[in-house]
């Protein structure tokens, strides 16, 4: 699939680094580093705008090795890009560490999944149908 990209970066491209990648990696489009002490969030501009074909998102999601290493995650995970939306992709990172993290400009803060989508119409009923597990949740399966 081919999906229509504008890029006001410096940065490359979103790729997919493997073969058996899921995700693209996004890079942050900064001028000048960014400090986030901890619990605190930034929206970090990427530089890049898309036009998604009807009945696909993009998911921005955190990158396991930036949560792993410095706690640098994303809020709103995974955030939607809607097939609509024109402007520019943008990523909410918080920093969950005990310490200040920086993000440089170019850094890889994200990575972004396409995924295809299907939109209902309600069917509004009295009664659903039962199922063994029921109304059972929140660990009710077991540990």
Known sequence: MRVKIINHS??????????????????AYLKEPVTLHPL????IPTGLF??????????IRPRSGLAAKRGLTMLNTPGTI?????????????????????IEPGERIAQMVIARYEQ???????????TK??????GSTGV
């Open 10 to 27: 410096h940065n490359p491209l979103p790729k997919y680094e493997t073969n058996g990648s899921a995700g693209m990696d996004l890079s």
């Open 40 to 43: 605190e969030r930034a929206l």
């Open 50 to 59: 898309m036009e998604l074909p009807e009945g696909f998102e993009a998911q």
């Open 82 to 102: 809607d097939s609509d939306y024109r402007g520019e992709i943008k990523c909410i990172v918080v920093n969950l560490s005990n310490e200040p993290q920086t």
């Open 120 to 130: 209902i119409v309600w069917q509004e009923v009295e009664v659903l149908e039962e």
């Open 133 to 138: 597990r029921g109304a059972g949740g929140f």
